[in-house]
């Protein structure tokens, strides 16, 4: 009688030739009714509250399609088997073990999500099954799938820790194993058919595995999302910049430690200007560390790359070669290096503590790959990034500079991005930012006066917080040291073109003019004092010179 309120209710109702039967509003019964005089072709308990038993299903000799999910049914297939039966769905149920199904031969799709099954069984003369869904159950093993005409199979969320029992299954087109523990794609080399491939959630580490796959033609999709090799690929063939800066790190602190060890009491002051390349950091670390020489020492770089026209050795870099890098590498010698442009580059610790001795805080140029790897390690300098504002007017200086080429050119403005982007994502990441328009470009190559209130600008801002009494003094004091600087004139000279009677002099410069007053590591022009000296610009032309 209730059975038949809800057809009434539903209005699907009919004798003898009804195709959909679905009892949907039924009260929290047991459910136990004879209704073999019904001809039901789909029936659908789908969340019928607290079924525990099917066995109503043996009184229905022509059912097709019998969903029971979301019950309580501990029992698995336990009515006469309707001679149709041909799709099934058991999710979310209580059953833990499956039974022989000889008598269900029409079976062709099989849906046993989110059970208790431990072990695979008792399919193997259903002979027409073609979808095998058992997901998120407790199997270990795959095994009792034979020969069947499998398509579709799913063993998501089980405890697989091997591809094994798949070997026969000539027909499969769709294999879902995802959230196991599979750690090899071995197994599956003679699935041919196979269009898709989920590993999601697994622990395959290494992309040779892949090897078993190489020859299933029609695989179009493959996913191995979330597991070991996916991070181990990313770092492989991409690695974001804080992989790259603790491997520089990890790297530099081992054999460090091998060699010395490295003491951590109180951090050098450093400076370190940033941007991309060509964006006009090496400069403005050289005219820093003229212009305020009682403050700043310059960091000279190691380097693999040949000098360009102009540069010299110990004075622009320490230019080397790879072997002697690599070699500098292994006795613990830097700090940080990176690899830009096919060459090496890295700053030694030497180089800061050299400055450091001076009760100078070290001033240094580097790419942003070299700023991750400082922030790992103790030092904790002022970073300042320089970054170009127009992509036009930069190309235009890096063309001016007559250095780069085209892919060269592109590589730098496409990593204007880059440093944007470390700026935005990571606010505090630069203790300053300056953006470099035509004017910066201008007063930096232009020799103008107003450079020094550029400079000083930085001063400020990055010295502010270093442990150096020396530095604080600046800001506490809110005073600006000493004017040290000539008048606009001699700093225009101070820029200019080399001396005619430099040997070469007759070449264009590939670089911009080294400023003048740089000191060499040979033979500092530093003093204490703060106050202007005399012989800074005379000095300068002399080096030069030499
Ligand atoms: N130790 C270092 N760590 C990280 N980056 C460095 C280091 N030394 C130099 N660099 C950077 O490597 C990049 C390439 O330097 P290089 O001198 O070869 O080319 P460049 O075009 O003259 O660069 P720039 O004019 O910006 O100094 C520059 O951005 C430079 O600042």
Redesign the pocket.
């Known amino acids: 009688e209730m059975i038949s309120n809800s057809i009434f209710q539903l209005g699907r109702f009919g004798t003898g030739l009804q195709h959909s039967f679905y009892i949907l509003s039924l009260p929290h019964i047991y459910l136990h009714v004879n209704i073999c005089c019904l001809c039901c072709f789909f029936i659908n308990f789908h969340n019928f509250p607290q079924l525990i038993d099917l066995s109503c299903v043996s009184h229905m000799p022509y059912l097709v399609v019998l969903d029971a999910s979301y019950n309580e049914i501990s029992n698995f297939f336990e009515f006469q088997p309707p001679k149709n039966l041909k799709e099934v769905n058991f999710s979310h149920n209580r059953m833990t073990k499956m039974r022989d199904l000889s008598a269900y031969a029409s079976l062709t799709k099989l849906v046993l999500d989110y059970n208790s099954f431990s072990e695979i069984s008792g399919l193997e003369q259903c002979c027409r099954l073609t979808h095998l869904s058992l997901a998120h159950n407790k199997i270990s093993r795959i095994s009792g799938l034979g020969g069947l005409p499998l398509t579709h199979l799913c063993l998501r969320g089980n405890h697989l820790e091997k591809i094994e029992g798949l070997e026969h299954l000539k027909s499969l087109q769709v294999l879902d194993l995802s959230q196991n523990r599979i750690t090899s794609l071995s197994g599956l080399e003679n699935l041919h058919l196979l269009g898709s491939l989920n590993l999601e959630k697994n622990l395959v580490s290494e992309i040779q595995e892949c090897k078993h796959i190489h020859d299933l033609l029609l695989l179009r999709d493959l996913s191995l999302v979330e597991n070991p090799v996916q991070v181990s690929s990313v770092n492989m063939y991409d690695p974001p910049m804080d992989v790259v800066a603790a491997r520089d790190h990890i790297t530099h602190l081992v054999y460090q430690l091998i060699s010395t060890l490295p003491s951590a009491d109180s951090p050098y002051p450093m400076l370190v200007l940033t941007g991309p390349?060509?964006?006009g950091?090496?400069e403005l670390t050289h005219r820093l560390c003229q212009e305020f020489n009682e403050y700043f020492a310059y960091g000279i770089?190691h380097?693999t790359?040949g000098p360009y026209f102009g540069e010299e050795n110990g004075l622009d870099y320490h230019f080397v070669s790879e072997e002697a890098f690599q070699s500098m590498i292994h006795t613990g010698k830097f700090i940080?290096t990176?690899q830009?442009?096919g060459h090496s580059?890295?700053?030694t610790r030497d180089a800061v503590e050299d400055a450091a001795r001076e009760g100078l805080a070290c001033c240094v140029?580097?790419?942003l790959?070299?700023v991750f790897s400082l922030k790992k390690t103790y030092f904790e300098p002022r970073y300042i990034l320089l970054i170009p504002t127009q992509a036009e007017k930069y190309i235009g200086h890096l063309k001016a500079r007559g250095?780069y080429t085209h892919a060269q050119m592109d590589a730098a403005v496409s990593r204007i991005e880059l440093y944007a982007n470390t700026n935005r994502q990571h606010p505090g990441f630069f203790d300053n930012v300056i953006p470099c328009g035509t004017m910066f470009f201008l007063l930096l190559y232009g020799g103008f006066n107003i450079i020094q209130w550029l400079i000083r600008c930085i001063i400020i801002i990055s010295c502010c917080s270093t442990k150096c009494s020396k530095y604080s003094q600046l800001i506490f004091n809110g005073q600006i040291p000493n004017d040290p600087h000539p008048g606009a004139d001699q700093l225009a000279a101070a820029v200019s073109p080399c001396s005619d009677r430099r040997p070469g002099s007759n070449v264009k410069p590939i670089l911009p003019p080294i400023p003048t007053g740089r000191r060499t590591p040979a033979a500092p022009s530093l003093s204490p004092s703060p106050s202007p000296k005399p012989g800074v610009e005379e000095e300068g032309n002399a080096n030069m010179e030499g």
């Open positions: 390349r060509g964006c950091k090496r770089s380097t790359r940080q990176i830009y442009g580059y890295g700053l140029h580097m790419e790959e070299g250095l």
